[in-house]
Antibody, heavy 122, light 110 residues
Framework: DVQLLESGGGLVQPGGSLTLSCAAS????????MSWVRQAPGKGLDWVST????????YYTDSVKGRFTISRDNSKGTLYLRLDSLRAEDTALYYC???????????????WGQGALVTVSS | QTVVTQEPSFSVSPGGTVTLTCGLT?????????PSWYQQIPGQAPRALIY???VRSSGVPDRFSGSIVGNKAALTITGAQADDESDYYC??????????FGGGTQLTVL
């Protein structure tokens, strides 16, 4: 079974930094595109970032470009999200998601972790 | 900026049929956007229901179906059950690694 386990969440002051990790198991991590999706308290889902099977291809939603960095270590089966220059509006539950895709045909988030809570507050 | 629209809330009677939609503020949704649908029970992680417009994810009951209706993607629940009461989100793939979620629909079964 696919398992995604996020860690690294916590309380951080505005302007601060945090790194989230997502330990993956139950599938061939190196062969899969991975993403981060967040959900602010009481709000909907918000796509944050996606990384290809190699670290070269990374994509971000506009609101986090230049502040967040997605990365992966295929040897460890782990996905990361470095969050810098944090703002109050970044407060959310951050989900790690495995992507299933067939180029030119479909792209979707087929498995999700339970999330890591990031709270930005002074 | 791309905005994906969904009905904020909907209600259906047990055993009834409901269709939730997923549109764009500018333009039409087509299969090119690879529409997918997710169910989220409050307090739980989302679960994939439908991908590639109309393909059910593994283990999803066949009372859930996806389609394109007019200029929108649609999720239809036929024979709604009490445990279908959840939030439902659509996602569109815009290409170049970018995805956008709709605001979600809170479905009540009563």
């Amino acid at each position: 079974d696919v398992q995604l386990l996020e860690s690294g969440g916590g309380l951080v002051q505005p302007g601060g930094s945090l790194t989230l990790s997502c330990a993956a198991s139950g599938f061939t991590f190196s062969a899969n595109v991975m993403s981060w999706v967040r959900q602010a308290p009481g709000k909907g889902l918000d796509w944050v970032s996606t990384i290809g099977t190699t670290p070269i291809n990374t994509y971000y939603t506009d609101s986090v470009k230049g502040r967040f960095t997605i990365s992966r270590d295929n040897s460890k089966g782990t996905l990361y999200l470095r969050l810098d220059s944090l703002r109050a509006e970044d407060t959310a539950l951050y989900y790690c998601a495995k992507v299933s895709r067939l180029i030119g045909t479909y792209f979707y988030f087929d498995s999700w972790g339970q999330g890591a809570l990031v709270t930005v507050s002074s | 900026q791309t905005v994906v629209t969904q009905e904020p809330s909907f209600s259906v009677s047990p055993g009834g049929t409901v269709t939730l939609t997923c549109g764009l503020t500018s333009g039409s949704v087509s299969s090119t956007y690879s529409p997918s649908w997710y169910q989220q029970i409050p307090g739980q992680a989302p679960r994939a229901l439908i991908y590639n417009t109309n393909v059910r994810s593994s283990g999803v009951p066949d009372r859930f179906s996806g389609s394109i209706v007019g200029n929108k993607a649609a999720l239809t629940i036929t024979g709604a059950q009490a445990d279908d009461e959840s939030d439902y989100y659509c996602s569109l793939y815009m290409g170049s690694g970018v995805s956008v979620f709709g605001g979600g629909t809170q479905l009540t079964v009563l």
